[in-house]
Nanobody
Framework: QVQLVESGGGLVQAGGSLRLSCTASGRIFGTYAMGWFRQAPGKERDFVAAISWSGGNTDYADSVKGRFTISRDNAKNTVYLQMNSLKPEDTAVYYC????????????????WGQGTQVTVSS
């Protein structure tokens, strides 16, 4: 079982920045894409960003393009989400996840979920 632990969430003013981290541990088999999702109260869990195993391919939700950047360090089994120019509508619990590819992550074919980290953006 792969365990994912997110960190880096918190409270920030609109226009500010946060950097989220997600580290995988346990038995990891093969290569995998990783992604970030978010869920606000009363809403569905939505795709935010994903990155391929090699890091050569990325994908972003339209709402975060130009503001968020996903990256990974496979030597550390860690994926990052740099969030800039944050808006109140970015407020949500952010979850990282593993999947076979960016495409499968987009359709919520998930290997493992993290427990989530709260991001709150004040106006």
């Amino acid at each position: 079982q792969v365990q994912l632990v997110e960190s880096g969430g918190g409270l920030v003013q609109a226009g500010g920045s946060l950097r989220l981290s997600c580290t995988a541990s346990g038995r990891i088999f093969g290569t995998y894409a990783m992604g970030w999702f978010r869920q606000a109260p009363g809403k569905e869990r939505d795709f935010v960003a994903a990155i391929s195993w090699s890091g050569g391919n990325t994908d972003y939700a339209d709402s975060v393009k130009g503001r968020f950047t996903i990256s990974r360090d496979n030597a550390k089994n860690t994926v990052y989400l740099q969030m800039n120019s944050l808006k109140p509508e970015d407020t949500a619990v952010y979850y990282c996840a593993t999947g076979g590819s960016i495409g499968t992550l987009r359709i919520l074919r998930i290997g493992s979920w993290g427990q989530g980290t709260q991001v709150t953006v004040s106006s």
